[in-house]
């Protein structure tokens, strides 16, 4: 059960000896929901705030094994071998999972307590002192968990653990006020700086995130500003020159840019686990589209990096 507390919450991975989501060797503790929607995410498994039962296609071999131990009829046969989840009635009782031996139903997001989800992270705390590392909150978006996110944060400063906060940036600033007293660094996305596009392709406007973004570099800490590079959506120069104007406006507080080449693999993981994905097939930037990107960041940043 998850404790509004922020006692516990759900969580869909914990990745150990991670080098991309910050400096040093890391801890991501992926949480579950987020308060966008954006047509290419990569990560559907975070979208959704709560636990979810999602069926794993390739591996069904239509033996009805799932149905049979349903005990509110979620599952069905919708063609041959491939179940269909009605999400109404799932409780997420994982009767289904358990009994698939083929692994064709997979759980996303496990409720965790706090010193559950830290004590995982605490077990590479000796690599984290010697590389600078530490621990980082993504998703999803943490901040659709403030009270979790604030206890995690709190508790890694206990265990004397650096933090990151990776975020997109639309959260209520009372809930992420409270996160920064125990962050020493903000990875920020800036997805467009077109508000009216920002809400076409992501769901929302990005006034509050642009307003977040300003009230964090005023409070001195850390950040770096991270542009996922979309084909058709804000690959634009212009597009990203203004990306690049408003990191430089941060100030001091941006330590360097992070940019994130699209990933074409999306689709397939979409597909993976029968779900739309409405983004149009496209395919990342090579080396040589990269290159003119940095240079053009560089103009208004001291650090440029691909990749994270």
Same mark, same amino acid.
């Given at each position: 059960? *998850?404790?509004? #507390?922020?006692?516990?919450?759900? +969580?869909?991975? *914990?990745?150990?000896? #991670? @080098?991309?989501?910050?400096?040093?060797?890391?801890? @991501?503790?992926?949480?579950?929901?987020? &308060?966008?929607?954006?047509?290419?995410?990569?990560?559907?498994?975070?979208?959704?705030?709560?636990?979810? =039962?999602?069926?794993?296609?390739?591996?069904?071999?239509?033996?009805?094994?799932?149905?049979?131990?349903?005990?509110?009829?979620?599952?069905?046969?919708?063609?041959?071998?491939?179940?269909?989840?009605?999400?109404?009635?799932? @409780?997420?009782? %994982?009767?289904? +999972?358990?009994?698939?031996?083929?692994?064709?139903?997979?759980?996303?997001? /496990?409720?965790? @307590? =706090?010193?559950? +989800?830290?004590?995982?992270?605490?077990?590479?705390?000796?690599?984290?002192?010697?590389?600078?590392?530490?621990?980082?909150?993504?998703?999803?978006?943490?901040?659709?968990?403030?009270?979790?996110?604030?206890?995690?944060?709190?508790?890694?400063?206990?265990?004397?653990?650096?933090?990151? %906060?990776?975020?997109?940036?639309?959260?209520?600033?009372?809930?992420?006020?409270?996160?920064?007293?125990?962050?020493?660094? +903000?990875?920020?996305? *800036?997805?467009?700086?077109? #508000?009216?596009?920002?809400?076409?392709?992501?769901?929302?406007?990005?006034?509050?995130?642009?307003?977040?973004?300003?009230? *964090?570099?005023?409070?001195?800490?850390?950040? /770096?500003?991270?542009?996922?590079?979309?084909?058709?959506?804000?690959?634009?120069?212009?597009?990203?020159?203004?990306?690049?104007?408003?990191?430089?406006?941060?100030?001091?507080?941006?330590?360097?840019?992070? %940019? %994130?080449? &699209?990933?074409?693999?999306?689709?397939?993981? &979409?597909?993976?686990?029968?779900?739309? &994905?409405?983004?149009?097939?496209?395919?990342?930037?090579?080396?040589?589209? =990269?290159?003119?990107?940095?240079?053009?960041?560089?103009?208004? =940043?001291?650090?440029?990096?691909?990749?994270?």
């Amino acid at each position: 059960m *998850i404790e509004e #507390s922020g006692t516990s919450g759900v +969580v869909y991975d *914990i990745q150990r000896m #991670s @080098t991309c989501d910050g400096p040093g060797i890391r801890t @991501t503790v992926f949480l579950k929901g987020c &308060y966008l929607n954006c047509e290419w995410c990569h990560n559907p498994e975070g979208k959704r705030r709560y636990p979810e =039962v999602i069926p794993y296609l390739n591996n069904c071999t239509g033996c009805k094994k799932c149905l049979d131990v349903c005990p509110t009829g979620a599952l069905a046969m919708k063609e041959e071998k491939v179940p269909w989840i009605d999400k109404s009635l799932c @409780t997420t009782c %994982l009767q289904c +999972v358990k009994a698939c031996k083929e692994n064709a139903l997979v759980w996303w997001g /496990r409720i965790l @307590t =706090v010193n559950e +989800v830290m004590d995982e992270v605490a077990q590479d705390k000796q690599f984290y002192a010697n590389s600078g590392g530490g621990m980082t909150l993504s998703g999803g978006e943490p901040m659709t968990q403030p009270e979790f996110t604030y206890n995690l944060m709190k508790e890694a400063k206990n265990r004397d653990i650096k933090t990151a %906060l990776d975020t997109c940036g639309y959260a209520p600033w009372a809930d992420l006020e409270r996160v920064l007293e125990f962050t020493d660094l +903000v990875l920020f996305d *800036i997805k467009n700086m077109d #508000s009216r596009q920002h809400r076409e392709y992501s769901g929302q406007g990005n006034e509050l995130i642009l307003e977040n973004a300003r009230r *964090i570099a005023e409070k001195g800490i850390k950040m /770096r500003i991270r542009v996922p590079i979309i084909p058709g959506r804000n690959d634009s120069r212009e597009s990203l020159e203004e990306t690049a104007k408003f990191a430089q406006s941060l100030g001091d507080a941006v330590l360097g840019v992070d %940019l %994130l080449s &699209y990933h074409p693999y999306a689709g397939a993981k &979409y597909k993976t686990f029968g779900m739309d &994905y409405g983004f149009p097939a496209g395919e990342g930037l090579d080396d040589e589209q =990269v290159k003119p990107l940095i240079d053009l960041f560089l103009n208004y =940043v001291e650090e440029v990096t691909v990749g994270g």
